[in-house]
Each structure stands twice: as C-alpha cells, then as structure tokens.
C-alpha cells in the first residue's frame, strides 16, 4: 500500500526482492515500475548490484528504504555507498540500532533509562543484580523485538541465561522496569516536524506473550497523551530524526521506581527507525479515519500531507492463543462485536509467537466499551 501510494503521487517505484516476480501479489505488480531479483537479500553485493542496475537504467536513487528493523543496517550500507541522502547512514546505525547507544539520545531528551551493564562475565552481572536488585531483563543489544529475551529472577536464572545466551551476541541486562509499555507513532518531515502523531498501549510486553505463550493484546489510543507527545518530539529531536515514519517505545510507570519517576511518568524503552510491526499501520488507520501509507508517501513525494485525519475511535488488537479454554466461541464473539471488528483471520505460523493465533482487531468509541471486549474475548473457563 505503501508503494502503491508513492507510484500514485508520481514516484518511479524499483522494487528489490528475492522471490520470483510471478509469486508477487498482482497490488504489488502494479505498484511497482520495475522489480529485480536477488539471489538473497542476505547478499550485500547481489542487492548492491540490483540498485547499481537501477541507477544505470533509471538514474541517480532519491530514496531508499526496506521499512524493516531487520534490514536497517543494510539501507543504511546502500545509501552511504550510493551517496543517497534522505536517510540513515552507516554511522547513523549505532545510536539508532544498539539499545545501549539510545540512552545517551534518551538522557539528551530529558528522558530517564534503565541502569545498564553490558554482559560480560557472571561475575560481573551478578554484581549488577546486586546493584538493581532482581528482576533483571538481558537481551541482545542489537536486536529485534523480543527475539531471545530474558527475565532473570534469582542468580539460579542467572546461571541458566548464561548457558543459553548465543555466544556470538551482545547481550544489555537492565534493571525491570514495572511499567506498561506506550508508543509515540509518527510521520516525520524533512524539517524533523510530525505530519501525523499518534500512539498504542501494551498491556502486556511481548517479552511475556512470547515467553509465556500468553494471549497479545494492544490498541491504538483514541487520543495522544500530552506527555507522551513530548516525550515523543523530544526524542525526535534529540535523534536528528528526519524523513521517517518512526516507532519509539516508552514505559509508563506503574509505581514509583527510585532513580526513575513517578507512578504514571513516561520513561525510556527503545527507538525503532521504521513503522510500528504487524497490523499497527491498519490499526492507526482505523482508528483515525485517514491512511498513514497515503501520508508517508505524499512527505516523500511533496513534503507534506494532503490526507485530513477523521474521526477518532480506540483501535483494539486481540490475538488469542490456540489451546485455551475461552468462553467465548469465535461466532460468540462475531455475533456480539462484529459491527466494531475491522480485521479478523488467523495469524500465520512464524508471526504466532508475538502476535497469537487468532486475531481480532475492532474499534470503540470508549475506553470503557473497549475494555467489556478485551473481558469478553479473554476470558477463559
């Protein structure tokens, strides 16, 4: 959706994947002006070819993007190498992709983090729980969602994080962090200016729903917390973030944590240079009558937006796990909410583990009305 808006503001889009071009969808086919096949993405200079290719064929590249966490260091290796200057470059990467490197840009902003060590000897993190007290979460420093994340309890979970860490990773332990995981969503324009705010809430982190196989809930706030919107812009500013529809995660704190704030203030998690994963982009556009993809690609094309945003409403997520007893059958739940669902299917095997089996996603007027289906759909006997 995303290409087929820019090749509709008059865009030469050049596609570069690793699938035949017969397997692509045929939206994906005409929204493209040109597609180039790689033996794998996997390989810099097969890819690196491909937009060589591209350049001699259509001339100099104005843009270059993969919106995908995964391949941020790879866009970031292509435009330094061609010279192409609307976004990162390979020495942008370290502070935008190293969650120990964002909390110098965090502190910048006025944001308080979570006390770190990167992982070194058991000794040494031991120490560091001494420090902070358990729980403790380890995860790779560079890393992808909640991909081989832990939550280290006692100095028995300690031993066992160390013989299962990857040896090849760098792993960041922080202090826990009791709080519910917020987001400040946003489309930025060449200026660092947002074209579009907007936010979700998770109830529950995805380091629980992928390590516990817990059901995954999230949702689109109706409206944007104040605070949240200056953590936000201030966090904008403090990365010199530009040109990029960006993802950027905060706690809100559920008690008072010493060395960090006040229950319901807003502190660091982490920065993700790209939309939000999943569904979120759909969400958002349910939940505010309006199109992001359409947005993002007219900041490209033009600067700024010539899409309005409509009605508000909360944009509700529930993924619900296979092999739970719920009281609600699926017909239970059409019958009573189908007028509010937006997007119902199942969840494809290798998205299971962070976003459940089965999906429902449903708008609301009210918090309250929102919340009487999160009771329903969850429930189980």
């Known amino acids: 959706m995303f290409c087929r808006e820019l090749k509709n503001n008059g865009i030469n889009v ?7 071009y017969n397997e692509l969808s045929q939206q994906l086919k005409d929204s493209l002006n040109e597609y180039y096949k790689v033996d794998s993405l996997e390989n810099y200079e097969s890819v690196y070819r491909g937009v060589a290719f591209f350049i001699f064929k259509h001339g100099r590249i104005d843009w270059l993007e993969s919106n995908n966490e995964y391949w941020l260091e790879r866009d970031a290796r292509l435009r330094t190498d061609f010279n192409i200057t609307s976004g990162f470059q390979t020495e942008d990467i370290p502070r935008i992709k190293y969650k120990s490197k964002m909390k110098e840009f965090y502190q910048k902003a006025g944001i308080p ?10 000794e040494n993190c031991i120490a560091f729980a001494r420090e902070v007290g358990y729980p403790i979460v380890a995860k ?3 890393g992808v969602g909640a991909s081989h994340t832990f939550k280290i309890k006692n100095d028995d979970d300690m031993a066992w994080f160390f013989s299962e860490k990857w040896p090849e990773i760098t792993y960041i332990m922080e202090e826990f962090i009791n709080g519910e995981i917020i987001s400040y969503d946003a489309i930025i324009d060449a200026n660092g200016e947002p074209l579009f705010e907007t936010g979700n809430v998770t109830p529950f982190s995805l380091m629980d729903v992928v390590n516990n196989a817990s059901n995954s809930i999230y949702y689109i ?4 917390p104040e605070d949240t919107r200056r953590a936000g812009r201030a966090t904008v500013k403090s990365f ?7 993802h950027f995660e905060f706690f809100r704190l559920l008690d008072d944590q010493e060395g960090m704030g006040k229950k319901g203030d807003v502190v660091a998690l982490e920065v993700n240079m790209r939309p939000s994963g999943g569904f979120t982009p759909d969400m958002i556009n349910f939940a505010h009558s309006t199109d992001v993809y359409k947005i993002w690609a007219d900041m490209i094309a033009f600067g700024y937006s010539t899409k309005p945003v409509g009605e508000h409403a909360f944009c509700a997520y529930a993924g619900l796990r296979d092999g739970k007893n719920f009281v609600m059958s699926h017909d239970d739940i059409m019958a009573k909410y189908g007028s509010c669902m937006k997007m119902v299917g199942r969840i494809p095997d290798v998205l299971a583990g962070a976003m459940g089996n089965q999906m429902y996603m449903a708008t609301f007027p009210t918090r309250e009305a929102m919340d009487e289906f999160y009771k329903d759909v969850l429930e189980c006997r």
């Open 240 to 246: 010199n973030v530009k040109n990029r529809f960006i």
């Open 113 to 122: 983090t979570a006390r770190y060590h990167l992982v070194d000897t058991f």
């Open 140 to 142: 790779p420093d560079n």
């Open 14 to 20: 050049l596609g570069i994947g690793d699938q035949p």
């Open 221 to 224: 706030q109706k409206d944007l």
